[in-house]
């Protein structure tokens, strides 16, 4: 069974392989696309209504997580995945 993971902006669990995983290393954010990198990591759901809520969350400084991670590193990483998204 894989393993279940949550969304930290809707909080939805499904398996972790279907959505983005973003993890901290020296303070800044950086794209898991293999999800293998060993380090603690946040998980978002991969749709741009998500990425969307967590950049308004940002840029309203109400975000917040367990791992110290630099907001304007992960602001710029979010910016460039919901490009890639395209819709």
């Known amino acids: 069974m894989a393993p279940i993971r949550s969304c930290i902006i809707c909080k939805n669990k499904n398996d972790k ?7 901290e290393d020296n303070n ?10 060993n380090s603690r990591g946040i998980y978002i759901c991969n749709n741009k ?3 969307n809520n967590c950049i308004k969350l ?4 109400k ?3 367990r791992i110290n991670i630099n907001k304007e590193s992960l602001l710029e990483l979010l910016n460039v995945i919901e490009s890639e998204l395209g819709e």
């Open 17 to 23: 392989s279907k959505f983005i995983r973003i993890v």
């Open 28 to 37: 800044i954010a950086i794209y898991d696309k293999n999800q293998n990198i």
């Open 49 to 51: 209504k998500c990425i």
């Open 58 to 61: 940002i840029n309203k400084n």
């Open 63 to 65: 975000f917040s997580t």
